[in-house]
């Protein structure tokens, strides 16, 4: 099949790109490789991309008028999974303006291209922050999402609500999914286990928001791709459709369903850092501080939908996740000598082929537009 993957220089987009490229699919890759991370773990991931026959580089900023629907001529793909986003809550809180070119603009792009060039399957990334008020957990799909406590979840949710007008209008069948805390190999630096990660093994002090008592459904990298490759195949019906399930989201006008993708087994951060420690072999010096504007106590997935349609859901444990990333980050960035090589590029995170981050900046999906 013909795949066209919006933020393959990203984390999520990166992952899923070179899964779907190993099972012999074609991607037409886009990312604008912003400057909001170090552009050098951008370049590095889409070099590995490029590595790949199939894959086709395509660098441009999403909210550009007409650039992405002249790719989707171009390309013509059998789906589309848009994954670039402007990532980051606590950036929000600085640069608003980023999250409404790049979360809202950028999509109402993608949606045009959409509608110009039909798609058997529009796949579109959301976030666990969109819930934002909700103290009512497991999070469910079903559950009112209208008290974003972020310009970034709003701009999520408004991408929601565009791609939901749009499969009504233009009977486009899109999936829109919210991610919970993704982590693992490749990560974003500006997360925590990263973050966390670096500062631990140069001696430094850490901040630890909300006393570590925060709580996170930390969702391990491999098995939300595995999660988003099964969702590929399971396009929502046309409206009339009987759903899957109770807890299913079909839309009653419009091919559209909403779906978490989230392990649904939270922890806190204070036991993410003991289980880091145990990885890394050394003890994190912990600055205690009160949980900033914007972040949530707790998030947590119901995986009742996921588990329906697909048969699956995340079960990577932090145990078996946080020491593969440890052991590619100490290959990648040379953090111990013994272990460069083939751990720089391999999970090893458990027998799973295809087996989530911390939440400093929230739970999102970790690309450039």
């Known amino acids: 099949m013909r795949f066209l993957v919006t933020g393959t220089a990203g984390f999520i987009g990166f992952h899923l790109a070179r899964r779907l490229l190993e099972a012999g699919h074609t991607v037409a890759g886009v990312d604008g490789v912003t400057d909001y991370y170090d552009v050098g773990l951008k370049q590095a991931r889409l070099a590995r991309l490029a590595a790949a026959p199939g894959f086709s580089e395509h660098r441009f900023m999403l909210e550009e008028p007409g650039a992405f629907a002249?790719?989707?001529?171009?390309?013509?793909?059998?789906?589309?999974?848009?994954?670039?986003?402007?990532?980051?809550?606590?950036?929000?809180?600085?640069?608003?303006?980023?999250?409404?070119?790049?979360?809202?603009?950028?999509?109402?792009?993608?949606?045009?291209?959409?509608?110009?060039?039909?798609?058997?399957?529009?796949?579109?990334?959301?976030?666990?922050?969109?819930?934002?008020?909700?103290?009512?957990?497991?999070?469910?799909?079903?559950?009112?999402?209208?008290?974003?406590?972020?310009?970034?979840?709003?701009?999520?949710?408004?991408?929601?609500?565009?791609?939901?007008?749009?499969?009504?209008?233009?009977?486009?069948?899109?999936?829109?999914?919210?991610?919970?805390?993704?982590?693992?190999?490749?990560?974003?630096?500006?997360?925590?286990?990263?973050?966390?990660?670096?500062?631990?093994?140069a001696g430094e002090p850490i901040e630890v928001f909300d006393h570590g008592r925060a709580v996170r459904d930390f969702t391990y990298v491999d098995d939300l791709v595995e999660s988003i490759a099964r969702l590929i195949d399971v396009p929502p019906p046309p409206p009339g459709a009987?759903?899957?399930?109770?807890?299913?989201?079909?839309?009653?006008?419009?091919p559209y369903r909403l779906v978490n993708i989230g392990g649904g087994r939270p922890v806190t951060v204070a036991a993410m850092l003991d289980t880091l420690e145990a990885a890394l072999g050394r003890r994190a010096v912990r600055l205690l501080r009160d949980l900033p504007p914007g972040d949530v106590e707790r998030t947590e997935a119901s995986t009742d939908l996921l588990r329906d349609l697909?048969?699956?859901?995340?079960?990577?444990?932090?145990?078996?996740?946080?020491?593969?990333?440890?052991?590619?980050?100490?290959?990648?960035?040379?953090?111990?000598?013994?272990?460069?090589?083939?751990?720089?590029?391999?999970?090893?995170?458990?027998?799973?082929?295809?087996?989530?981050?911390?939440?400093?900046e929230g739970a999102d999906p970790g690309s450039s537009p």
């Open 70 to 201: 002249a790719l989707m001529a171009e390309a013509r793909p059998d789906v589309v999974v848009h994954l670039a986003a402007q990532a980051g809550v606590r950036y929000s809180l600085e640069h608003p303006e980023a999250y409404v070119a790049g979360n809202i603009v950028g999509t109402f792009q993608v949606l045009e291209g959409c509608r110009a060039y039909p798609v058997r399957h529009l796949l579109f990334a959301s976030t666990s922050s969109a819930y934002g008020g909700n103290r009512t957990v497991p999070f469910r799909e079903t559950d009112r999402a209208v008290s974003p406590l972020t310009i970034y979840a709003a701009s999520k949710l408004a991408g929601e609500a565009m791609a939901h007008s749009y499969a009504h209008l233009w009977r486009i069948p899109t999936t829109a999914f919210r991610f919970f805390t993704v982590y693992g190999p490749w990560g974003r630096p500006d997360m925590a286990l990263f973050l966390f990660t670096r500062r631990i093994l």
């Open 242 to 254: 009987a759903p899957v399930s109770a807890a299913d989201t079909l839309s009653s006008v419009a």
């Open 310 to 360: 697909v048969g699956y859901v995340p079960a990577t444990p932090i145990e078996t996740g946080i020491p593969a990333f440890v052991r590619w980050y100490r290959g990648h960035h040379g953090g111990d000598p013994d272990h460069h090589g083939a751990d720089a590029d391999h999970h090893g995170a458990g027998p799973d082929r295809h087996g989530a981050d911390p939440a400093r």
